[in-house]
Structure formats: structure tokens, C-alpha cells
């Protein structure tokens, strides 16, 4: 869309999602308001009670930092800068798939170690200096303003938090950043746009998380130990340097199987991981706070794009239209894409067309990891799902492709560059990796060592059988 003086976008939620939505209307729209319940600017990092997820770890995808970077041109070294470490995604982070150690392998994949609200207070203050933009916080977003006819959303209707007087925001856009609790499909719906679908999956998922302080390092040069969990063992951590000269870990179990929340417990439970190396660096490592725990039971994607009538002036963007399993770190470089889906719809020079936007950001930002992690997500038996032939064989593939990282770093770097979004899953599929992948398991897998496979001491306890998901 051509700069068009006198217009004006409101962003409903300041994090993550809404930040990126409001640096890109920002090239776009006279003024742009973001307004949240909570106060943002210049509160510095921290864990923000409404976005309780910030207290977790929050991995920034490579793909993620692309499109960061491109969005705010230096972010990534100001971030360093700030006492973040950095290092390689696939050679500096010691990845554990299947309970084996997959070979690393430097491959261009930036990781910015930042723990959430430093990573957030970063993009935040790069939003906050853009002229156009203005945080308004403080507000509670209690609904929307429409036209008499309800054919074009006109603006947002706010309170002060703690009550006061309800007041309309104008717009000519409004864009819904609320997160996993928006209530836009329930306002369509009083509109009489009918109800979007909502798709879910019972995961059953709990993190905790806690913070350290080493008092050796036992890392070397590595960045991160990250177990994954597996059909095998539906458990698994990361644990990793972060900002501010910590150590940030955070386990997390499936289908039930949650980490407990007291010292000694999570301990123990770190003890019944595959490999050894975060039990054993816990033993170098004093906690800075409490083990924290975050309860994810489903993921949540909102069909917008099967919408047959959407009313003008209104997108929706983030963890309000997908809020994927976060194992996968897939959740802040969606919202970053979808902010670039959004550009590309502010560059016809009209107000964007919603059915279009969303049918665009389904295809192009949803669908492909939605279908990579859904198919590993059914990997998992007590998952619920239908298991297509489809799916079987994605499944066995990627199992191909998780043993031959083991012993070739080309592999490992494929892998790592579809996982972090910057390939997009096909990629996986293309005759010369598939021929790479088989050559590896089949024969050269006979010749090569693997990575040294971590056996977990005798001492340590055998993971619980899971329990299915209430
Ligand atoms: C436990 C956990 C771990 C995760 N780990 C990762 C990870 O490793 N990597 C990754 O990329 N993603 C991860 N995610 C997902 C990631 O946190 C989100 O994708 C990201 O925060 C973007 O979300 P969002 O901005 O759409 O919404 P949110 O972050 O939920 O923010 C919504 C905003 O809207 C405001 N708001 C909501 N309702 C109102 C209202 N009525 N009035 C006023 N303000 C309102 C809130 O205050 C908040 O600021 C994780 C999520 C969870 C739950």
C-alpha cells in the first residue's frame, strides 16, 4: 500500500506478533497504534504475567532471525551485544534425536540465545522508535467497532485496566495480535459471520523451567544440549546459555508425563533423560529461581481461510490463528512470517483484502509446519489422529534422517535447515537428499562410528511409563 497520510492501524497486542505486525504497517499506515494491557515500553526484559509463556524458554528459529533481521537491520548484533551468546543452530547445539547424538555441523543457522523478554524487549524497543508507531497500554481490548451494516470493522473498543471509561479506537485496519486467547472468532460470530473451525490436538504437554548458574562450564564450546523427545521417551529438555550470564532450562513431557516442580524431583527427572550431559552439568550449576511450570494441552490452529465472509478492515495474525506445539520453536518465526505475508498485502495500494490474507498466510506460513509437526506429534502413540500412508511414511523417512545425521553433518545441516524453516519441508524429499539419507543407513552406517551414543549411568533411573492425556 502506498503511504497514505491520515490512516491509521490498530494492533490488538504488543508481543511478539503484534510487533512484527506493527513494523510492517508502519511503512504503510499514517500512524499505528499498538495497544495492550500491559505497560511495554521502557519496562525492560522481563516475564510479563499475561504472556506467561515468557517465563520459558522461547527459541528463535533460524528462519525466525532472517526474517528478524530483515525487519530490523542490526537487531541480531545488538542483541549480542547485550550479553546474549550466540553460536551455530546445527554445530554449536548438541542435538539429541532418538536418544543419539546427531553429528554437528556448521550451516549459516544463526542461534540467538536470548531468553524470551530479552529477546522481546529487544524487538520491542526497535518497534517503539519507529515515528509512526505509538504504544497505547494499559487497555483492555473489550471489542470491535463496526460499520452499521457489519461489513467493515472500523476501530477497537479499550477500558483502562482496573475499569474506567470504554472508549473507540478509529481504524482503518485493525489487526488481532491477542494470542491464543482471541476472542475474534466469537465477536465474527455475533457479527453473523458464522464460527471459524477450530482444529486441536491433545498433546498433553508440560515445561518447566528454571535458571542457573554455572560454576564450571561443562559445554566447551557448545551453546545448548537438547534431548528431543521421541516415540521411545516422550520427554526431553533444552538447556542452554542464555542472557545475562545464565543458564536457562527447561524440560518438558508429553502426554501427561510432567516434569515435577521441586528441586530434588527435577533433578531426578533430568537424571532419566538419554544422555547425560544436563544431568552432569547440573551438577557445576546453582539455581538462580524456582522451577516454573506451563501447562499446554492442545494445539490450536482457527481456519480463517475457510471463511466464506470475512468483514473488511480486520486480519489476524500469531498464536491467535495457530499456536503449534511449542517443542518445535515454531511459534515467534510464524508470527514473523505472517508479518511478511501482511507486507505483501499492504503493497497493492489498497487496504489489504482479509479472505485473500488469510488464504495466503494459511498456505504460505501455516500449512507447511503445521503438517511437519503434526506428522511427528502422531509419531507419538498416545497422540490421537488419523495415520495416513502419508503420514507413515513421513514419519519413517524422517527416522532415515535422524540416524543418517548421526554420522554425516550434511545431513545433519539438511535437517536443521527444514526444522528451522528456512527450507521448506520438501526439501527434505529432493532425490539427492533422499539418496544421501539411505546411502548413509544402509551402507555407510556399517563403516562409520556415530557420535558417541550417551548411555544414561546405571544410577539413573528408567523414565516412567507415560499416562494418557486426560
Ligand atoms: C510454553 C511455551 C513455549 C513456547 N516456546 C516457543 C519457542 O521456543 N519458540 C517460538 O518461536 N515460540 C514459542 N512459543 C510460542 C510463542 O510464545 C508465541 O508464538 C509468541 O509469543 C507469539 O505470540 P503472539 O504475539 O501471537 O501472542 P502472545 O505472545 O500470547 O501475546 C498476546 C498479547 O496480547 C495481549 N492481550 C491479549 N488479550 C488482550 C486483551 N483483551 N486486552 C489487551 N491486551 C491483550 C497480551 O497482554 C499479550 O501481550 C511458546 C509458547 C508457549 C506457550
Redesign the pocket.
Known amino acids: 500500500m502506498a503511504d497514505v497520510t491520515g490512516t491509521r492501524a490498530v494492533v490488538?497486542?504488543?508481543?511478539?506478533?503484534?510487533l512484527f505486525a506493527a513494523r510492517v504497517l508502519a511503512d504503510a499506515y499514517d500512524e499505528v497504534l499498538v495497544?495492550?494491557?500491559?505497560e511495554l515500553v521502557g519496562t525492560g526484559p522481563h516475564a510479563?504475567r499475561?504472556?506467561p509463556?515468557t517465563r520459558?524458554?522461547?527459541?528463535?528459529?533460524a528462519r525466525?532471525q532472517q526474517v528478524m533481521e530483515e525487519l530490523y537491520p542490526g537487531i541480531t548484533e545488538e542483541i549480542f551485544a547485550d550479553g546474549v551468546p550466540t553460536g551455530d543452530l546445527a554445530g554449536d547445539v548438541r542435538w539429541y534425536f532418538q536418544g543419539r547424538r546427531i553429528k554437528p555441523q556448521h550451516a549459516g543457522l544463526v542461534c540467538v540465545a536470548a531468553s524470551?523478554p530479552m529477546l522481546e524487549h529487544h524487538i520491542r524497543e526497535r518497534t517503539a522508535a519507529l515515528p509512526r508507531v505509538t504504544f497505547v497500554a494499559g487497555?483492555?481490548?473489550l471489542g470491535l467497532a463496526t460499520t452499521a451494516d457489519r461489513r467493515r470493522v472500523t476501530g477497537v473498543r479499550v477500558q483502562p485496566v482496573g475499569g474506567g471509561a470504554e472508549r473507540t479506537i478509529d481504524a482503518d485496519l485493525v489487526v488481532d495480535?491477542?494470542?491464543?486467547?482471541s476472542r475474534t472468532p466469537l465477536w465474527l460470530e455475533e457479527l453473523g459471520y458464522g464460527r471459524v473451525r477450530e482444529e486441536r490436538k491433545k498433546i498433553g504437554l508440560t515445561?518447566v523451567t528454571q535458571h542457573y548458574r554455572l560454576t564450571e562450564d561443562p559445554y566447551g564450546t557448545d551453546l545448548s544440549i537438547n534431548p528431543a523427545a521421541w516415540a521411545g521417551l516422550p520427554r526431553g529438555a533444552i538447556f542452554t546459555k542464555t542472557d545475562g550470564g545464565r543458564v536457562e532450562l527447561t524440560t518438558y513431557g508429553l502426554l501427561g508425563d510432567a516434569p515435577p516442580t521441586d528441586q530434588q524431583g527435577l533433578y531426578d527427572w533430568v537424571a532419566t533423560l538419554p544422555c547425560p550431559d544436563i544431568h552432569d552439568a547440573l551438577q557445576h550449576a546453582e539455581p538462580v529461581d524456582e522451577p516454573v511450570a506451563?501447562r499446554?494441552p492442545t494445539t490450536l490452529r482457527r481456519h480463517y481461510e475457510e471463511l466464506e465472509r470475512v468483514p473488511d478492515g480486520l486480519v489476524v495474525?500469531?498464536?491467535?490463528v495457530c499456536c503449534f506445539n511449542?517443542i518445535y520453536?515454531?511459534?515467534?518465526?510464524?508470527?514473523a512470517l505472517g508479518a511478511l505475508t501482511l507486507r505483501d498485502h499492504l503493497h497493492t495500494g489498497a487496504h489489504p483484502q482479509p479472505g485473500q490474507y488469510f488464504r495466503d498466510l494459511a498456505a504460505e506460513v501455516i500449512d507447511p509446519p503445521w503438517e511437519m509437526t503434526n506428522t511427528v506429534d502422531l509419531s507419538f502413540p498416545g497422540v490421537e489422529g488419523e495415520r495416513t500412508l502419508q503420514v507413515r511414511i513421513g514419519q519413517a523417512f524422517l527416522s532415515l534422517v535422524q540416524q543418517a545425521a548421526t554420522i554425516d553433518g550434511a545431513v545433519t545441516a539438511g535437517y536443521m535447515r527444514a526444522a528451522g524453516l528456512v527450507d521448506r519441508p520438501e526439501a527434505l524429499m529432493r532425490p539427492a537428499f533422499v539418496a544421501r539419507v539411505l546411502w548413509n543407513v544402509l551402507v555407510r552406517a556399517r563403516f562409520v562410528p556415530p557420535v558417541p551414543r550417551a548411555v544414561p549411568a546405571a544410577d539413573r533411573r528408567p523414565a516412567p511409563e507415560p499416562v494418557p492425556v486426560p
Open positions: 490488538m497486542g504488543g508481543s511478539i506478533a503484534g495497544v495492550d494491557r500491559d510479563r499475561s504472556c509463556q520459558h524458554i522461547n527459541g528463535l528459529l525466525g524470551r487497555q483492555d481490548i495480535a491477542t494470542g491464543r486467547g515445561y506451563f499446554f495474525t500469531g498464536d491467535a511449542p520453536a515454531q511459534g515467534m518465526t510464524a508470527a
